[in-house]
């Protein structure tokens, strides 16, 4: 029987017999005293074994090596002052094995070094691979412990404390419009009809809203067949809530309750209430984005008013056609940024055009308070609009000011992308600082080109503000994002619940009756025996995890997660499969693969 694990031994122990189980992180030989790292999820602990007090255990401790997985029986020792660990919270004792017995070896060379005491670069390919062996690490293996514990104060937060029930819905599910794509199921029963994984449990938890389960969570699967980037995977876990009877204030009150539980207990972080919050119109005109990083400045500045009517064409025709002018501008920014790499060419430029700008226009302000740039812009304002430049954007001596004139849109994304790249090279991140706000007042629907019409911003079961009810092409809608340090690690808001409005979002987004009754009909039934008034929010947990780990890829907190071509190197997934189990979902498929011929 173990009696402790590794990473609990302390002083207090001393003088006790213990059983510890665990893998050797690394053996020592010092003049013929065996020295072993025995390490499990909870730490190192150091044992002793050598020929004179010890001689039981002395030959198999000779022959282990990295990796082998051993029991050890032995007498918890204080330490010698030369030999204290500081590093360690085992560090003051050690143990001498009375007894070890060796439960396993390994029979082939490490693709790498597990041991905490060898750190090496490893790469996300192989990690992925041996992932097994990966999350013995010690960076792993912290990175799921603290993935656990913020699931357990979600947990007893929402349970003990605010009354929640966990309710688990389905997995398979019927497809439906306005997400991401599907991931498809075929049904083998009813042949040439399929299953969808679900995108998000929405129409089941505003179901349990129906039936009265009045206070709704779930730790949740979720499925999106989308192109991937470091902070998505195509199968992630959000903790999924929904109330009713509640406004969006007590929502939102409760939300910051429960977040402010989980870094209180996590990180032993008491976080200040209430969080700051900034409409969606606000967010995007200071900072080009719905999820700003607060932690520093950088904020934009709107000048379409006053290059309206100035000769300098790009500025000009860019408010003429509808679009915008603005300025980032940047403390510092004569010293550290040359003109090489805002032209043609240049990192910034580079950076600005992947956003879809044309170029980068810019002003350099000198010390004698002079505007310095090229040409066209200098030419083309008047010594007012210069002093209004830069009396609106605080430019002072050593100022660079960077422009984005065109559709609103692009200009946002441009000087959004633009702020965070100068903001990590300048050092103006405090990396200790953690910045919570909620994004409100987002509108209820946004243009698709491709498509030539609205579709849900967030979702088309979002309810709009009561005021704005009039017009829905133009609502606000009862919606709220909570941002951490420039990612949005949760979104929801208030649901429509009376049939009647819900048919009119439908009809503003192109669908008719007979298509919502289709993909809808029995959520639209439901609401006709007595719905409440509700609303909830969905936190991405893995990207929290991420944050509050300070990880920058989410796979770092998924035990066994995809890598950016949506493969699973541990397992080879997914791969091809028999053609019997195809003709028994009544599947061929039509992929033809390429030729291998150059």
Not at 262 to 288: C, H, N, S, W
Not at 364 to 385: F, H, M, P, Y
Not at 498 to 513: K, Y
Request: overall charge negative; glycine content about 8%; hydrophobic content about 35%.
């Amino acid at each position: 029987m173990r009696t402790h694990y590794c990473g609990q031994l302390r002083a207090e122990q001393v003088g006790q017999t213990v059983t510890l189980f665990g893998w050797v992180d690394r053996r020592r030989d010092h003049g013929g005293v065996i020295f072993i790292d025995l390490r499990d999820r909870t730490g190192i602990a150091q044992i002793v074994s050598d020929p004179e007090r010890t001689p039981a255990s002395y030959d198999t401790a000779d022959a282990l090596r990295n990796e082998y997985v051993v029991k050890v029986v032995g007498r918890v020792t204080k330490r010698p002052p030369e030999s204290l660990n500081p590093r360690i919270p085992t560090g003051e004792v050690e143990i001498y094995a009375d007894q070890i017995e060796l439960l396993n070896a390994v029979r082939k060379q490490l693709p790498f070094q597990v041991s905490t005491a060898e750190p090496e670069p490893v790469r996300e390919e192989l990690r992925l691979k041996y992932r097994y062996l990966d999350l013995r690490r010690e960076r792993m293996s912290q990175n799921l412990q603290l993935r656990h514990q913020v699931v357990k104060a979600i947990r007893r937060y929402l349970e003990d404390e605010q009354g929640f029930i966990e309710v688990e819905t389905p997995m398979l599910t019927r497809s439906t419009p306005e997400g991401a794509r599907d991931f498809l199921v075929p049904s083998r029963v009813n042949p040439g009809d399929f299953f969808a994984l679900p995108q998000s449990p929405q129409l089941f938890k505003q179901l349990l809203m129906v039936s009265g389960f009045d206070r709704y969570y779930q730790i949740a699967r979720c499925f999106r067949d989308e192109d991937l980037r470091a902070d998505r995977q195509p199968e992630f876990t959000q903790l999924d809530m929904e109330m009713s009877f509640m406004t969006q204030d007590e929502i939102i009150e409760l939300n910051e309750g429960l977040v402010c539980h989980i870094f209180k207990q996590v990180k032993g972080i008491e976080l200040p209430r209430p969080f700051p919050r900034l409409t969606y119109a606000d967010a995007m005109d200071r900072y080009g984005s719905d999820k700003p990083d607060t932690r520093y400045g950088l904020e934009l500045v709107d000048v379409s008013d006053l290059v309206k009517d100035s000769g300098f064409k790009v500025f000009s025709g860019a408010v003429a056609s509808g679009g915008i002018v603005k300025v980032l501008p940047i403390p510092g920014g004569n010293e550290a940024i040359s003109n090489v790499r805002i032209k043609p060419g240049g990192d910034l430029f580079n950076e600005a055009t992947a956003m879809g700008a044309k170029g980068l226009a810019y002003i350099r302000v000198r010390d004698n308070g002079e505007i310095d740039t090229i040409g066209a812009i200098k030419d083309n304002l008047s010594d007012e609009q210069k002093q209004e430049l830069l009396s609106r954007t605080g430019a002072e001596a050593g100022h660079l000011l960077l422009f984005g004139a065109g559709d609103a849109p692009t200009v946002n994304k441009t000087l959004d992308r633009l702020r965070q790249v100068v903001a990590r090279e300048l050092n103006l991140i405090d990396p200790s600082k953690i910045n919570l706000l909620w994004i409100v007042e987002f509108p209820m629907f946004e243009w698709n080109p491709d498509e030539k019409r609205l579709e849900a911003l967030h979702h088309p079961f979002t309810a709009p503000m009561p005021e704005d009810q009039h017009d829905l092409k133009t609502a606000r809608a009862q919606a709220y994002d909570l941002v951490f340090n420039g990612f949005e690690v949760g979104g929801g808001s208030r649901r429509i619940y009376q049939p009647e409005v819900q048919q009119q979002v439908f009809e503003t987004i192109g669908l008719s009756s007979a298509e919502a009754y289709d993909k809808f009909g029995f959520l639209l039934e439901a609401f006709e025996y007595g719905t409440p008034p509700h609303g909830g929010i969905a936190y991405g947990l893995d990207r929290l995890v991420m944050l509050l780990a300070g990880e920058e890829s989410i796979r770092d907190t998924i035990a066994f997660p995809k890598t950016q071509q949506a493969r699973c190197l541990l397992t080879n997934a997914p791969s091809p499969v028999d053609v019997k189990q195809l003709k028994e979902l009544h599947i061929n498929s039509t992929h033809k693969p390429k030729s291998s011929a150059s």
